[in-house]
Nanobody
Framework: VQLQASGGGLVQAGGSLRLSCLAS?????????????VGWFRQAPGKERECVSV????????YYGDSVKGRFTISRDNGKKTVYLQMNSLEPEDTAVYYC????????????????????WGQGTQVTVSS
């Protein structure tokens, strides 16, 4: 599985961005995109990578980190093999490189927020929020 993250950029505080994570090569191990749980992580300079949001394979179970609750929305379009992260009311503290990651799961699998739970990673997209 190959993941390509896009949509980052420079925005003023209070603005919005929408990140996209496009999956390809999903026939590896016989797992179509709809069987993948996908998460967004971010890493700011000098800080550890943190889990921002996760969506399970059906879209029925979603996790948000405390710092983004009420501002970010994750969604997925299995037909387009894409997961989105809509980011509103951006703050300078949201500045980071954002990565999408995926893992193969069964339908009842719980949400995973640890990096080590994910098998596939995208290259990252830079989000910079100016004050």
């Amino acid at each position: 599985v190959q993941l390509q993250a896009s949509g980052g950029g420079l925005v003023q505080a209070g603005g919005s961005l929408r990140l996209s994570c496009l999956a390809s090569g999903i026939t590896v191990s016989g797992n179509p995109f709809s069987r993948l749980s996908v998460g967004w992580f971010r890493q700011a300079p000098g800080k550890e990578r943190e889990c921002v949001s996760v969506i399970n394979r059906s879209g029925g179970n979603i996790y948000y980190g405390d710092s983004v609750k009420g501002r970010f929305t994750i969604s997925r379009d299995n037909g387009k093999k894409t997961v989105y992260l809509q980011m509103n009311s951006l703050e300078p503290e949201d500045t980071a490189v954002y990565y999408c990651a995926a893992r193969s799961t069964i339908s009842s699998a719980p949400i995973a927020t640890r990096q080590t739970s994910y098998d596939y990673w995208g290259q990252g997209t830079q989000v910079t929020v100016s004050s």
